[in-house]
């Protein structure tokens, strides 16, 4: 069993900062991809940004520039350090993790509010 703990989530104004964290713990050999997807009230999980084991990002083009996603290896943890926030990055930001032999593991969801 894999569980997925975020932390970070909160209200901001428009323009500030917030730093998104997610750490994986259970029964986890290697972890392919980790990263964050994002929804907003009324609209579809959307991507914000992966990052492979190896460094690999891919980030969604609403972001670039303003979000960097980073991840630490040996503690399991993916970041998010989300600058020049917009209202319309309001939305509950989830990160995930695909796990090695186990499969693709949600975390619960993280508040992010952005006021204007």
């Known amino acids: 069993q894999v569980q997925l703990v975020e932390s970070g989530g909160g209200l901001v104004q428009a323009g500030g900062s917030l730093r998104l964290s997610c750490a994986a713990s259970?029964?986890?050999?290697?972890?392919?991809?980790m990263g964050w997807y994002r929804q907003a009230p009324g609209k579809q999980r959307e991507l914000v940004a992966t990052?492979?084991?190896?460094?690999?990002?891919n980030n969604a083009d609403s972001v670039k520039g303003r979000f960097t996603i980073s991840r630490d290896n040996a503690k399991n943890t993916v970041y998010l350090q989300m600058n020049s926030l917009k209202p319309e990055d309001t939305a509950v930001y989830y990160c995930?993790?695909?796990?090695?032999?186990?499969?693709?593991?949600w975390g619960q969801g993280t508040q992010v509010t952005v006021s204007s």
């Open positions: 259970g029964t986890i050999s290697s972890i392919n991809a």
């Open positions: 995930l993790a695909q796990v090695y032999r186990l499969g693709t593991y």
């Open positions: 990052i492979t084991s190896n460094g690999i990002i």
